[in-house]
């Protein structure tokens, strides 16, 4: 959906609400009357209650182009700031959330017992650029890295 073309939240959504309920109601007829609480969110209800920008719920576009190393690197620009959730590598959804945080911390972990872990993404002394969503982010990223 184009969040920004919507100017109307509550009209946007009881239009979903009544497209959603016409199909459930074909595929099941008589479905609406046994309905005793309805409740729907929009993509602005989510930017509302998680912050997420445009109300993203699974961060950049869940497409091959923008998953696994084509998101924004667990490390950042800054030595020992990491990145974690739906927004990093590998990618949306609740598993690929926790695979992140955990690469983090078995980094983090490695690091602090004076090794160096498998899975260390985070070069110390050449900073990579992170891949990056965008080829404008990879470009302004990859500027202030060089
Ligand atoms: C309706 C919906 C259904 C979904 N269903 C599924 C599903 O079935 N299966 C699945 O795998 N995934 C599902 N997802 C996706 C999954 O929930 C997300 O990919 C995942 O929760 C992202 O985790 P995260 O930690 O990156 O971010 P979030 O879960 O968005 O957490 C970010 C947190 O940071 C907080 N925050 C933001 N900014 C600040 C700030 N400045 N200061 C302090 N706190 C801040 C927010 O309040 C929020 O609690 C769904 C998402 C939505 C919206």
């Not at 109300?55 to 091959?64: D, R, Y």
């Not at 084509?70 to 590598?89: D, E």
């Not at 590998?90 to 911390?105: D, E, H, K, N």
């Not at 900073?127 to 202030?144: M, N």
């Amino acid at each position: 959906m184009d969040f920004d073309a919507v100017t109307d939240w509550a009209a946007h959504k009881a239009a979903v609400e009544r497209h959603v309920m016409s199909n459930l109601e074909r595929v099941m007829p008589g479905f609406s009357k046994k309905i005793v609480v309805c409740l729907s969110a929009s993509a602005r209800t989510s930017q509302q209650f998680t912050l997420n920008h445009r109300g993203a719920m699974l961060g950049w576009e869940m497409s091959p182009d923008q998953l696994g190393e084509h998101r924004p690197a667990l490390n950042g620009l800054v030595r020992n700031l990491y990145f974690v959730g739906h927004w990093t590598q590998p990618g949306g959804g609740i598993t690929p959330v926790i695979v992140s945080a955990m690469r983090v911390a078995e980094t983090i972990n490695a690091r602090a017992a004076g090794g160096f872990a498998p899975t260390d993404f985070a070069p110390t002394d050449a900073a990579q650029p992170p891949s990056a969503a965008s080829p404008e982010l990879a470009r302004v990223v990859h500027a202030e890295t060089s």
